[in-house]
């Protein structure tokens, strides 16, 4: 039996993950953390009571209830000092909120590595985004373009994604073909990441849409991948397929996407 402790109760995945996490036999729930602090974590998933109350206070939450592992889906202006709290616990973490620069995240892997913690940062738990990313580690060296396009709700806080910036660091090498288009507007072939472009586009889907669509290219073929996601509850599957699996890690390791954890 793990106990799990959700970071981001009464948002939009972490609402899921607690409704999720009830019903499963393998995880007792064991604390929330949100701003509705005093509320009952149930009620708040939309659920019956459950007796158990959310706190607004995450230090006293995770010291009161003694987890084995956090699921954190809070927000990148907190996520800072919530892995700074989890490392000086010495706590294990599944966290999907995004938003960190890439320099920070290599600062937080020495972090994990040299605590001996065991950390999950994935920018996306759907089973269809980590496929694509194995596919793309087996066969991005053979082609020479590659680009990588997500679109979102006009109220997405990042831009890029985390995820299109996963789908760019999967390709080995990066988009090594030569482009002789000159930018007349800068950035219209895209920003850089890992040496892809990446083109952000913005408009007023309903509800958690995401979109990802990675098209490589070599003489005389072109290969478009596209992802499509109309629920958050994608990534349960995933999210608790990394709670099962991150105390089960080597200590010391940092994960970025599902493939990395063992065959279960």
Known sequence: MIRLFVSGASGNVGRLVVREAILRRDVELAGGFCLEGGQDLGVLAGTDPLGLMAVSDLRVGLAASSPDVVVDFTSAVVLRDHLELYAELGLDAVVGTTGLPEEEIRRVRDRVRDR????????????????????????????????????????????????????????????????????????????????????????????????????????????????????????????????????????GTLVRRLGEFPKE
Do not use: C, K, W
């Open 116 to 251: 001996g913690l065991r950390l999950a940062l994935i920018s996306n738990f759907g089973l269809g985004i980590n496929l694509v990313m194995d596919f793309l580690a087996a066969v991005g060296e053979h082609y020479p373009y590659v680009s990588v396009l997500e679109r979102h709700p006009a109220s997405m806080a990042n831009a890029p994604s985390g995820t299109a910036g996963l789908l760019a660091s999967s390709v080995p090498g990066g988009s090594s073909g030569e482009v002789a288009s000159r930018e007349v507007l800068p950035g219209v072939l895209g920003g850089n990441a890992f040496g892809v472009p990446v083109l952000s586009q913005r408009m007023p889907y309903p509800g958690p849409y995401s979109e990802h669509e990675v098209t490589l290219g070599r003489q005389d073929e072109i290969l478009r991948i596209s992802v499509t996601d109309f629920s958050s509850s994608v990534y349960l599957e995933g999210i608790f397929r990394a709670v099962r699996g991150v105390g089960a890690l080597p200590p």
